[in-house]
């Protein structure tokens, strides 16, 4: 996948949604009942690319203060969702240590994973930083571990909602109706280039999340040094 044309794609069919009011709310995410949880392998960017993040959630928490912000906690680039969030499932239907021991044979054939934060992009329910490996070897790990968790017995939904091959990071979701949809898209396109920093992958993180992956709901599985 060209991962320039795929942002570019997808930010142009947006910006226009999200300017002519065909934007889509999140209804769920102060839903205290929301029982969606599911398995998740990620990455978390570095202190220094969180901080520009949040210097660019500034500038639009300051024209849509009312729209859920992701906080320094939760900022993530999903690897791989192993089990995708559905309504009550628990981590006690499911043996941790086998999906742990899939994702080491997985991480055999892993090089040094090297992410550059660069511009933004946005669907109409949320705005993502851009994400662009500089090699091949995210796609590598996630190709292995497609084929290590098909070839095993277990629970797993990969790839069940879409061949997830990005490296993108949600760091804005739309709750409330926007006050100045116009003025949101004239900040977001000052930001569309720019440069929030690139870091190179130590650990990942094994989780059971919620939808939004937010830190008070989230338990640690597992970490896996790289």
């Known amino acids: 996948m060209d991962l320039t044309e795929h942002y570019n794609r997808l930010y142009k069919k947006s910006a226009k949604a999200i300017s002519e009011g065909n934007y889509k709310l999140d209804s769920q995410i102060n839903e205290t009942s ?36 992701y906080p320094d906690s939760d900022i993530h680039i ?41 511009g933004i992009t946005a669907s109409p329910s949320a705005i993502m930083i851009q994400g662009f490996p500089t090699d091949e070897s995210l796609n590598i790990l996630r190709d292995k571990m497609r084929e290590n968790f098909k070839n095993s017995t277990l629970e797993q939904s990969i ?12 760091v804005l979701r739309f709750q409330e109706k926007l006050q100045n949809p116009e003025k949101l898209i004239e900040v977001i396109e000052q930001f569309r280039d720019y440069d929030f920093g690139e870091f190179t992958v130590g650990n990942l993180e094994l989780v059971y999340n919620d939808w939004y992956q937010r830190e008070e709901n989230t338990i640690h599985l597992a970490e896996f040094m790289i």
């Open 159 to 170: 790839d069940s909602r879409y061949s997830i091959a990005t490296a993108h990071s949600t």
């Open 34 to 69: 929301d029982s969606r949880f599911g398995i998740t392998l990620l990455i978390r960017p570095n202190e220094k690319v969180k901080a520009a993040i949040q210097l660019f959630l500034d500038e639009l928490r300051a024209i849509e203060p009312q729209q859920y912000y």
């Open 78 to 118: 999903t690897v791989m969702s192993i089990i995708s969030c559905y309504e009550c499932f628990t981590v006690d239907k499911i043996n941790i240590q086998e999906y742990i021991d899939i994702i080491q044979q997985s991480l055999v054939v892993l090089d040094k994973i090297k992410i550059e934060f660069k």
